[in-house]
């Protein structure tokens, strides 16, 4: 009986440990996935030549809403996946910057485009169909993202 009480208090033990090791490496991942995020939402308003925040809480501007929450979607598409096929902590990092790269990247020729086509425009005006159209993009450019980062 002592020798089962050992072994289960063993296995207990052990237990305990691996989940201490794993919550760690999860609250280590998270938040530094968190961290991107935020990151990601100062540098696209400094990449967006209109100012999203202002748009969406003080004029209720949804194609503004629209376009930038597409943005969002876009980047934790690839977020996810860096973070379900990194091998380490630091694989992470770097594929969540290049992440990052990318849809600021698009943020930025999207929002130079002039002309008939410019999103600045058509979001200044709250065409809607633009910020759907945006939103769309963006997680279309997050998803090939995500898809190429493999090994």
Not at 14 to 28: V, W
Not at 51 to 72: P, R
Not at 100 to 116: D, E, N, P, S, W
Request: glycine share 10%; hydrophobic share 55%; proline share 1%.
């Amino acid at each position: 009986m002592l020798l089962i009480l050992n072994v289960l208090s063993y296995n207990m033990q052990k237990g305990y440990t691996m989940f201490i090791g794993a919550f760690f490496s999860f609250t280590l991942f998270f938040v530094t996935a968190l961290g991107v995020l935020i990151l990601f939402l100062f540098l696209y308003a400094k990449v967006t030549p209109y100012d999203d925040y202002e748009m969406i809480f003080t004029q209720n501007n949804t194609a503004s809403a629209l376009g930038f929450g597409g943005a969002i979607v876009g980047l934790c598409i690839p977020l996810y996946s860096a973070l379900v096929n990194s091998i380490s902590y630091g694989d992470f990092v770097i594929w969540a910057g290049i992440a990052m790269f990318v849809q600021l990247l698009f943020a930025l020729i999207m929002t130079r485009l002039g002309g008939r086509f410019s999103v600045e425009k058509h979001m200044d005006n709250g065409d809607i169909s633009v910020g759907i159209l945006m939103a769309f993009i963006s997680s279309a450019i997050g998803l090939l993202n995500a898809g190429s980062m493999s090994y």
